[in-house]
Structures are given as structure tokens and as C-alpha cells.
């Protein structure tokens, strides 16, 4: 449904077969495409073109300035014409913004071209084509903003442990045998503490791509009782009972293997580091059609006012109980990730001094 105006000149030497496929190939665009007489007057367009612009009415005849308000990332009004006609050949922009009539702004890609006509270096005319690329840029800025946080949540382990090393070598001339030891030790922590960090982030890496997450049928009473065997000693080491509670009928789930062990493990691990005494429970409920998975556990629990940020990336709770493990405040990020891949939400219920619930529900595979 291309808007066109007047035939143009050129259409004497374009077959109607020929003009008609290129009517349509420019319609099925999704990009916005606008094509100009000489002047600035727009001849040409295309669906995406009023979509873009949010017409219904034909701009056939209008001119360009005063069919688009365009500016830069500075504000500054841009005059379309301007740019086109200064273009004596194709150029691209990806730094407009172009204000919506409800006064949201969108970052705009723009290719300006001339239509060069014969052998004439004038051109006859010109063409506009905008893409809308608000999205890939604010992940753009995302994910710089994320590398600028976890270079600095790296930073400061990466210096204690320089730190604490130059010291063990300075001590051990002196010979302080004790003092070296804890040095090492010091050093030994944020070495583990990086490699934690590094393996979070490979999983986090992983998941955003999306890699490993066929979906497989997994029959949920074996996958629950392998997560609490190897679990155990790690409940047993810090005197905590830990319990399976499972539906007989608990059945099959279909989602990736990869994707619903890390998202437990992650529950697990949290339960264990953060109950002093008490006991962790692995319950699987099934309720017809569904079946909720909850790591339920007796721990130092979570205030109200930390529960609904536990879940933004190096976000660890205020309590100085949390203080005391450590913990890169990157694995309830992930496990959101993970229940998005895993098409679900993670439901928390937790009460300060008593205990928390992770659950999350997953439709059962018949
Ligand atoms: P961390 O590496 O600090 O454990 P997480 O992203 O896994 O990071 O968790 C974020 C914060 O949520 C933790 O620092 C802790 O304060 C809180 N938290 C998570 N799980 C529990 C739990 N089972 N009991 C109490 N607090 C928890």
C-alpha cells in the first residue's frame, strides 16, 4: 500500500511489471522510507513511513520539514532538507531523536540519499529511510553500564588480594610464619570470591544468549532427589536438616534441564548460606495442571525493605548476618533470568528472623 504521487519522469522508462515490484518491495519494508522531488517535496512513501509518522491522511505533496521534527541527541533541531540535499551521496546517522506526539522521544537511524538522475550531478531528487532504534541502543547502553559495574565489583577483591599478597611477602622475610599464614588466607578468600564472581557471570552470559536451553522432558521427583544428595553435605557441614518434601504424583516438566538445575541450585545454596540453624526443605507440589517447586528454609529471613531489590544485579540485603558470607549479589539476578527463560516468576515470602520460600511453577508435560 504504497502512497505515490505524481508519475515521475522516470516511469516512462520503467516497464509497469517492473515499477510494481518495486512498489511492493518498498512497501514490505519495515523500515520507514520517504522519497523527495527536488525541492523537498515528498512523492513516495511507504506503510512504515506513516506508521512512523502516525498518519492516516496521504502526505503526498507535503514537505518534508514539516512532515518530520527531528533533532539531535543534543536537542538541537535538525532541518531534514538540509541533510539531504548537502548529501551528494549515501550518508547515515544513527544519533537523531525524533519526538512522538505524546511527547516520548525515539533514536532514529537515518539514510540520506540522492536520487542522481542521468548523467547529471544534480540530483532529481531524494530519498529518506529511518529505522527505529531506540531498543538496540538502550541495550546497548545496558550492557555498558554493566561492564563498567562489574569491572568495579572486580576491582576492589582483585586489589585486597594484591594487597594481602605483597604483605604475606613482606612478612615472610621478616619471618612472621603466623602473619604470612593469614595474609594467604586473606588472599585465598577474594580468590575464591573472584572465581565465584566469574562463574556467575559465565552463567549469566549463557543465559542471556540463550544457549543450552532446549527444552527436554524431566521427571522431577529424580532431578529433586539428585539436587538433595549433592546438597546434603553441605547442609550436614553446617548442622541443617534438610528435607525432601515431594507429591508422589509431582510428574514431568518440559524446559531445560540446564536452565531449572541452576535456578534450584541457586535457591539451595541461598538457603544453606543463609540459615544458621534449622532446616532447608526442597518441596514439589502439584496441583492438576501445574507443579510449584519451593526451597523453603528457617534462616536470618529478608526485611521488607530489601525484598523487592534482592533481585537487582550485586544487590546484597543490608543485614549484617548477610554481611558475614560472602556473595557476589549476582545469583537471584541470574535466577530471574532464568525463570523469564523458563517462562515463569519467582514468588519470595519471607518473615525476618523466621525463614524464607522461593517457589516458582511450571505447567506439568503429559
Ligand atoms: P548473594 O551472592 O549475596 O547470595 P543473591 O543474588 O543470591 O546474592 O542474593 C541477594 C541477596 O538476597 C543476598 O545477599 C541476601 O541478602 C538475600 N537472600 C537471598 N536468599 C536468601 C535467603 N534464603 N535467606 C535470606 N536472605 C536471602
Redesign the pocket.
Known amino acids: 500500500m504504497i502512497r505515490r504521487g505524481r508519475r515521475s519522469r522516470q516511469d516512462n522508462s520503467v516497464s509497469r511489471a517492473e515499477h510494481d515490484r518495486i512498489i511492493t518491495l518498498v512497501n514490505s519494508l519495515t523500515d520507514a522510507v520517504l522519497s523527495t522531488d527536488k525541492d523537498g517535496i515528498v512523492t513516495i512513501y511507504n506503510a512504515a513511513a506513516m506508521s512512523l509518522l502516525d498518519v492516516n491522511a496521504g502526505i503526498h505533496g507535503r514537505h518534508i520539514n514539516n512532515l518530520l521534527q527531528l533533532t539531535t541527541l543534543q536537542h538541537q533541531p535538525l532541518d531534514v532538507f538540509r541533510q539531504l540535499s548537502r548529501s551528494p551521496a549515501i550518508r547515515v546517522r544513527d544519533d537523531i531523536l525524533m519526538l512522538l506526539k505524546h511527547g516520548d522521544k525515539i533514536r532514529l537511524e537515518a539514510t540520506f540519499a540522492p536520487i542522481l538522475g542521468g548523467h547529471s550531478a544534480v540530483a532529481d531528487g531524494y530519498v529518506l529511510i529511518l529505522r527505529d532504534i531506540t531498543k538496540a541502543k538502550s541495550l546497548e547502553q545496558e550492557r555498558d553500564e554493566f561492564i563498567s559495574v562489574v569491572s568495579h565489583e572486580l576491582r576492589t577483591p582483585v586489589a585486597v588480594a594484591e594487597g594481602a599478597l605483597d604483605n604475606a611477602r613482606l612478612l615472610a622475610q621478616r619471618g612472621y610464619t603466623r602473619k604470612v599464614y593469614e595474609a594467604l588466607q586473606e588472599a585465598h578468600r577474594q580468590v575464591v570470591f573472584l572465581a565465584?564472581m566469574i562463574n556467575?557471570l559465565g552463567t549469566l552470559s549463557r543465559t542471556e544468549r540463550g544457549l543450552a536451553d532446549a527444552p527436554e522432558v524431566i521427571d522431577l521427583i529424580p532431578l529433586v532427589k539428585q539436587l538433595h544428595e549433592t546438597y546434603a553435605p553441605q547442609a550436614a557441614a553446617k548442622s541443617l536438616a534438610f528435607n525432601l518434601d515431594i507429591d508422589p504424583q509431582a510428574g514431568s516438566v518440559y524446559v531445560s534441564r540446564l536452565y531449572l538445575e541452576e535456578l534450584l541450585q541457586?535457591?539451595i545454596?541461598?538457603?544453606i548460606?543463609?540459615?544458621p540453624r534449622g532446616a532447608i526443605t526442597l518441596i514439589v507440589r502439584r496441583q492438576q495442571t501445574h507443579v510449584t517447586i519451593s526451597?523453603k528454609?528457617t534462616?536470618?529471613?529478608?526485611g521488607k525493605s530489601?525484598l523487592n531489590?534482592?533481585?537487582d544485579?550485586?544487590?546484597?540485603?543490608?543485614?549484617y548476618r548477610?554481611r558475614q558470607?560472602?556473595?557476589?549479589?549476582?545469583?537471584?539476578?541470574?535466577?530471574r533470568k532464568l525463570a523469564q527463560k523458563l517462562e515463569t516468576t519467582i514468588h519470595?515470602t519471607?518473615r525476618l528472623n523466621h525463614?524464607?520460600t522461593?517457589s516458582f511453577t511450571l505447567p506439568i508435560y503429559h
Do not use: M
Open positions: 565465584r556467575d541457586n535457591f545454596t541461598n538457603a548460606k543463609y540459615t526451597v528454609d534462616g536470618i529471613g529478608i530489601d531489590k534482592i533481585f544485579r550485586f544487590y546484597r540485603a543490608e543485614d548477610t558470607t560472602s556473595g557476589t549479589g549476582l545469583g537471584l539476578y541470574i535466577a519470595v519471607s525463614g524464607s522461593f
